[in-house]
T-cell receptor, first 113, second 113 residues
Framework: GAGVSQSPSNKVTEKGKDVELRCDPISGHTALYWYRQSLGQGLEFLIYFQGNSAPDKSGLPSDRFSAERTGGSVSTLTIQRTQQEDSAVYLC???????????FGQGTRLTVV | SQQGEEDPQALSIQEGENATMNCSYKTSINNLQWYRQNSGRGLVHLILIRSNEREKHSGRLRVTLDTSKKSSSLLITASRAADTASYFCATDARNFGNEKLTFGTGTRLTIIP
């Protein structure tokens, strides 16, 4: 595809369930980012992958959150035992290398009920 | 902590007027970027200014960067109703291994027709 693709676009889940969010970055982009955005707020950094380097996980809010990037391409963000405060839009972005323009997906709106 | 902070948080102006938004950051950077977000979903890249540049133009956009003050401004000239959106600055820290793209809190711009 031409852009960053995220799925699902919307997800409603019950409190305590696990969810997986998927991000397909632009082909050939080595950098991939996950952010979280609550309504009317800024972007909260979660995790950053760059090539084969160890990911920067410094933004993950708790050990319920994890992410992986397989084969330097597709990434999944997993939230275990979801809580209501996890409700937000989760945004993925990729860039060709570090220090270049980032391209964003349309996000996954997660609602925990 | 947030690398970038925009001000004002919200700005309303009449169509045709110029809009100025400011961004301050804390650490040395490689680049500073400005993004636009409509309707709380994916962000769109507007302009990138490198740390050795002082000013950059793109259409009706003018960005300045003052690395001594660790600040940047985004000027939108001759505003249009379609410019209504949230605007974010983003920086990547210069430290090797810490190049993740960090976003500010954003300015919500409303253009009044």
């Amino acid at each position: 595809g031409a852009g960053v693709s995220q799925s699902p676009s919307n997800k409603v889940t019950e409190k305590g369930k696990d969810v997986e969010l998927r991000c397909d970055p632009i082909s050939g982009h080595t950098a991939l980012y996950w952010y979280r955005q609550s309504l009317g707020q800024g972007l909260e950094f979660l995790i950053y992958f760059q090539g084969n380097s160890a990911p920067d996980k410094s933004g993950l809010p708790s050990d319920r959150f994890s992410a992986e990037r397989t084969g330097g391409s597709v990434s999944t963000l997993t939230i275990q035992r979801t809580q209501q405060e996890d409700s937000a839009v989760y945004l993925c972005a990729s860039s060709k290398t570090v220090n270049t323009e980032a391209f964003f997906g349309q996000g996954t709106r997660l609602t925990v009920v | 902590s947030q690398q970038g902070e925009e001000d004002p948080q919200a700005l309303s102006i009449q169509e045709g007027e110029n809009a100025t938004m400011n961004c301050s950051y804390k650490t040395s950077i490689n680049n500073l970027q400005w993004y636009r977000q409509n309707s709380g979903r994916g962000l769109v890249h507007l302009i990138l200014i490198r740390s050795n540049e002082r000013e950059k133009h793109s259409g009706r956009l003018r960005v300045t960067l003052d690395t001594s003050k660790k600040s940047s401004s985004l000027l939108i000239t001759a505003s249009r109703a379609a410019d209504t959106a949230s605007y974010f600055c983003a920086t990547d820290a210069r430290n090797f291994g810490n190049e993740k793209l960090t976003f500010g809190t954003g300015t919500r711009l409303t253009i009044i027709p």
